[in-house]
């Protein structure tokens, strides 16, 4: 018997395995702690851990949300309330319609045998590498003048299927060139048609890869700005964009900031957990032994 031995590790691997928690962890502690405080205590010059925690920041974005009418605020403001809204409606819609055109176009990429077929995916892939700033004046242009769908989250939705697109044709082929090409023509065998061999062959085994791409998808929507904040009006604001927008140069409330971005945090996080037992299941469903 040989006992097993353990190689010392250096402290410095230690101390910077901390130093990345902390830079890490950090920033969001620090947000969720403030978004506790009252502005007094914010901007207070004595700054430490020792307040008394409120949900009056919470309260004030979600005022418009809740079941009971805020003592603690003045007046409603249900600007994060309809910004919540868009976001949730865009973000999901544009990840179910991304998802559906890219599986479909991943798949007759990978099955079909037409000319100029690598040259198409080659495309796709070096159009994701094209930044987004790039495209903010000829689609505000486009989308204001000729198609006039400025304003409206379909107008964000479009250019967000656009933008994740490729991403997801390109990730896809990787799992649908993975499908053993037997159970297709066993299933064709057995009466299936075009359309059944895909929703219920194809798709079922590529179900890791959907998940992936769905997180990716999501949230890119969800999260990003430049092209949210050209696109939207004071009615399809996404929260990103209602955060910038609440700052200004004579009054920053703090508390509700660091609130509504705490906020903003919760739903990719439902998102990615729900999409990531997917993954878990889809590579664990054939790895038990008969």
Known sequence: MSAK?????????????????????????????TSFKLNVDIMSDTVG????????????????????APESVDYCDPTFGRALINSLI????????????????????????FMGRDTVSLTTLMMRMVPPA??????????????????????????????????VIWILQSFIVQVPIQLEEAARIDGAGPFQVFFLVVLPVIKP????????????????FLLAN???????????????????????DWGVIMATGMLLAIPPIIFTF?????????????????
């Open 5 to 33: 031995t353990y190689q010392k590790q250096n402290p410095a691997f230690y101390a910077l395995l901390v130093a990345l928690i902390v830079m890490s962890i950090g920033p969001i502690l620090m947000m969720l702690i």
């Open 209 to 224: 890869g959907l998940a992936a791409a769905s997180i990716f998808t999501f949230r890119i929507a969800w999260n990003e």
């Open 274 to 290: 729900v999409a990531s037992r997917q993954i878990i299941t889809g590579m664990t469903a054939g790895a038990v032994k008969g």
């Open 134 to 167: 790039v495209l903010l004046v000829p689609v505000f242009g486009i989308w204001t003048f000729q198609f006039e769908i400025d304003g409206t989250r379909l107008g964000i939705i479009l250019i967000y299927v656009a933008m994740n697109l490729p991403f």
């Open 49 to 68: 851990l020792i307040f008394v925690p409120t949900l009056n920041n919470y309260e004030a974005a979600l005022c418009d949300m809740l079941w009971y």
């Open 230 to 252: 050209a696109l939207a009006d004071r009615n399809s604001r996404t929260v990103p964009v209602t955060i910038v927008n609440s700052l200004t140069e004579y009054d920053i």
């Open 90 to 113: 865009i973000a999901l819609v544009s990840t179910a319609l991304t998802l559906v055109i890219g599986c479909m176009a991943a798949y007759a990429l990978v099955r079909f045998r």
